[in-house]
C-alpha cells in the first residue's frame, strides 16, 4: 500500500463520527498545504511493537538533535485516540507559542508544547485551527 492508500485505509477504519471528522482535518489541512509530503507511521517500533497512536503526517520538518545528529519528520501530525483526536505540531521552539497564542481562542482543547488534544471537532473553533496550520506550514 502506497502512503495515500494507508492514510485512507486508517481514516476509514475509525469509528464514527471520528472517521469523518478525522477526514474533515485531513481536507482541511490538505487544502491549506496542497503540495506538502504525506507521511503515515502505523505506530509500531522496528520490532513491530505498537509504541505509539498511528499518525498522519504533514510536511517536512528536520529534527536537529543535541548530538547534532538530524532527522526528516512531518510539521503536522493528525491521530485518533481513545478520547477524541490529536493534532501534533512540530518546529516551533518557543514551548509557549502554541498555547499563549491560540489556546483560548481554541476552544475547549488541551494544548502544550506541541500538541492539541480535543474530543470532537465542534469543541473547537476550525478558524483558528486552520490559522495554526497556516503558520506552521510558513515556518
Known amino acids: 500500500m502506497n502512503v495515500d492508500e494507508q492514510i485512507q485505509n486508517y481514516i476509514t477504519t ?6 469523518n471528522e478525522i477526514e474533515s482535518l485531513h481536507q482541511l489541512i490538505m487544502q491549506v498545504m496542497p503540495d506538502c509530503k ?8 522496528e520490532e513491530g511493537k505498537i509504541v505509539s497512536n498511528p499518525n498522519i503526517g504533514y510536511g517536512l520538518n528536520t529534527i536537529k538533535y ?4 538530524a532527522k526528516d519528520f512531518y510539521k503536522i501530525g493528525l491521530s485518533a485516540n481513545t ?17 499563549e497564542t ?3 481562542r481554541l476552544g475547549k482543547a488541551s494544548v502544550t508544547g506541541y500538541c492539541i488534544k480535543f474530543k470532537t ?9 486552520e490559522e495554526i ?4 506550514n510558513e515556518l
Open 83 to 99: 478520547t477524541g483526536i490529536s493534532i501534533y505540531i512540530f518546529g516551533i521552539e518557543d514551548k509557549k507559542f502554541l498555547a
Open 66 to 69: 543535541t548530538n547534532g545528529t
Open 102 to 104: 491560540y489556546g483560548k
Open 14 to 19: 475509525q469509528p464514527e463520527p471520528k472517521c
Open 38 to 45: 504525506l507521511w503515515f507511521l502505523d505506530g509500531k517500533n
Open 133 to 136: 496550520i497556516r503558520y506552521v
Open 121 to 129: 471537532l465542534k469543541d473547537i473553533n476550525i478558524e483558528v485551527l
